[in-house]
């Protein structure tokens, strides 16, 4: 399992990237593992201000259909279009190219108060 050093976890798997006032939100390697192949990523948010742990969208696996939250307050600026013809990228790389959602952060301090690398990986137990 990989989780990467600079980012910040969610105790329902979503991991965040800080990058100024945006963050770049996605679905740990611990989650698309999980969840199994990916076969659709659904976000209608797209404009939307939402609370941190409001659901954001979905994903479709061949199994499942998990709801997405989103792990901190603001305002939801983009998809990653390439998920709409390739949604297996976040089982392939899910913290570069299987990124989901761009946010505006309302409060960049809530990112603080996420899990750190060590934090998370005690929580998965990997």
Do not use: C
Request: charged content about 25%.
């Amino acid at each position: 399992m990989n989780f990467p050093d600079n980012l910040r976890y969610t105790k329902d798997h979503e991991w965040v990237r800080v990058e100024g006032d945006h963050a770049f939100i996605g679905i740990t390697d611990f989650a698309q593992s999980e969840l199994g192949d990916i076969v659709y990523v659904d976000v209608n948010t797209i404009g939307k201000t939402l609370n941190a742990e409001e659901v954001f969208g979905t994903v479709e696996a061949v199994k499942t259909v998990s709801d997405l939250f989103l792990p901190i307050s603001g305002t939801i600026l983009e998809l990653n279009v390439e998920l709409n013809t390739n949604p297996e990228l976040v089982n392939q790389d899910p913290y570069e190219k299987g990124w989901m959602v761009k946010v505006k952060m309302a409060n960049p301090s809530e990112a603080k108060e996420l899990m750190d690398k060590a934090a998370y990986t005690a929580l998965v137990g990997h």
